[in-house]
């Protein structure tokens, strides 16, 4: 017979950050159980000042709510401790704005099963990238990636990503660990075995991004110099 513990680490952990997100959180939620309902999930919501943390008591939703705004990276974080404290075998990246969909997850474990440490749900394996200044950023990451790696990443800005156990800790318990892709340069420098699965990513339910046109040049510019110069003095564990 076994424990209800060993029943847990065979789970999915689906980390949802959540930003003001009052106009997107429900439907995202909704639509996670009723198309998963075998999967655990916990909203993380980091310090908005809507009313996505109401929303998500009102509907009995698994909140982590944070008291302040720590940004995607500690608000991922948060998610990735209590991952880690509740023994999950994997955790997923799970945008809270209704771009990710739940129907991929399982395709995404199944990749996992097969010994992967990081899965990337792709929109690239099968469709082919346009030529947008989001798009060129896209392809200058990947080229940066396979330059300083040798692995190929067709969506390396692709925020649906899947961790096994050991990635866990490693966002749980280092503190320079953010859900970006200078990060998973990084890991696959230290030797972590990435893969990934077609999906398909919709865009923003409801609701403003905050990557506007001038962001998302400044995020592109950052992420290259983070991956072409930075990792080289990164610690390595």
Known sequence: MR????????KVLVVIPAFNEEANIEMVVEELIRKCPELDYIVVNDGSRDRTAQICREKGYQLLDLPVNLGLAG?????????WNKGYKYAIQFDGDGQHRPEFIGAMKAKMDEGYEIVIGSRFIRGKKDY????????????????????????????????????????????????????ISHLLKQGASIGEVPVEIMDRAGGES??????????????????????NFRKRG
């Open 132 to 183: 947008s200044l989001r798009m060129i950023g896209s392809r200058l990451i990947a080229g940066a990636i396979f330059l300083t790696t040798g692995v190929r990443v067709t969506d390396p800005t692709s925020g649906m990503r899947m961790f096994n156990r050991k990635m866990i800790g490693e966002f749980a318990l280092n503190l320079n660990y953010g859900p970006e892709p200078d990060t």
């Open 210 to 231: 905050y990557l506007k046109p001038a962001v998302a040049v400044k995020y592109m510019v950052r992420i290259l110099i983070s991956i072409l110069l930075i990792q």
């Open 75 to 83: 608000c991922f974080q948060a998610g990735m401790k209590y991952a």
């Open 3 to 10: 424990t209800a513990q060993v029943e847990q680490t065979e």
